[in-house]
């Protein structure tokens, strides 16, 4: 299930986006190549993330490393390392560049907003292609994509994905429930939320299932004992 200040989040982010390609057409504003920092996004509502720019990581040939180059001005080491082997034969890479960009605006939009969300976003994969964004972009929101790494989203989650520990609920829904189950589909646990404020629960190391309906997505809290 979307996150509603997600969906608010992209909004702005493409109005930022917008007035950025119109005040650099009239050759006042700054090249989108030089920008190693996102700008601080406007308080308007804003669009659908899903109209953000195609994704960086289309199939096929991709552009050598020695012959990415801006149409104008020059690349960062950093803005270099990302660009590499992400770069579609024939594609501009400077739209490439603003994909990994506008991941990292979105990430700073959110944490600002609120942290769990932004780590629930990227458990969800609503900020898609976070990791290699933030490892290459904005490592400032490294430590959201570590956490994230050890989250559930909304789902049936079994087996060796199941990780013990304590675990809390990130911008769930009035409709949050969840189970959990042990072997032979014996019931350990299992809850709803009605008020759309955060919960916690425990998965035992005898879990065997874990299923979750509405409650967007689980952040860790620590281990089981």
């Not at 994969?125 to 290459?136: S, Y």
């Not at 490592?139 to 049936?156: F, I, N, S, W």
């Not at 304590?166 to 709803?192: F, H, M, N």
Request: aromatic residues 4%; proline residues 9%.
């Amino acid at each position: 299930m979307r996150n509603p200040f997600l969906a608010c989040a992209a909004v702005v982010l493409t109005a930022a986006a917008l007035a950025a390609c119109g005040s650099s057409a009239d050759g006042n504003g700054p090249s989108a190549t030089t920008a190693t920092e996102p700008a601080t996004p406007p308080t308007e509502e804003p669009a659908d993330p899903e109209a953000s720019t195609p994704a960086a990581t289309d199939e096929g040939p991709k552009t050598p490393a020695d012959e990415i180059t801006p149409a104008t001005g020059t690349f960062t080491k950093k803005q270099k390392e990302y660009l590499k082997d992400r770069v579609p034969k024939g594609m501009d890479p400077a739209a490439v560049l603003q994909t990994g960009q506008e991941t990292c605006d979105k990430l700073r939009y959110l944490v600002k907003g609120d942290r769990d969300t932004a780590v629930g976003a990227i458990v969800t994969g609503e900020v898609p292609d976070a990791k290699d964004a933030v490892a290459g972009l904005c490592t400032q929101h490294q430590d959201l994509v570590d956490e994230a790494a050890y989250g559930y989203p909304d789902g049936k989650h079994t087996g060796k994905k199941l990780r013990p520990g304590v675990y809390r609920s990130a911008s769930p829904t009035p409709d949050c429930s969840w189970q959990i189950e042990g072997a032979g589909g014996k019931e350990l646990a299992s809850g709803a939320s009605d008020t759309g404020k955060s919960r916690k629960i425990t998965i035992p190391r005898s879990a065997v299932t874990f299923t979750s309906t509405g409650c967007y997505a689980w952040l860790p809290e620590g281990a089981a004992g």
